[in-house]
């Protein structure tokens, strides 16, 4: 799984792109910048549980 394997955003945005058709990934399409977002508001999320 890829986020087992420790890759950057742009890393698993490419690989997706290139696992899908060309069909399937232009209706598809996420931006490293989303993964970074999501994975930075995850990671908060988990350390506030921790934190408390």
Known sequence: MILEQAWSPEQMAGSLCME???????????SHETMKFFGF?????VMSQHIK
């Open 20 to 30: 899908h058709s060309e069909a399937e990934a232009s209706n598809q399409r996420i």
């Open 41 to 45: 508001r995850t990671s908060a999320e």
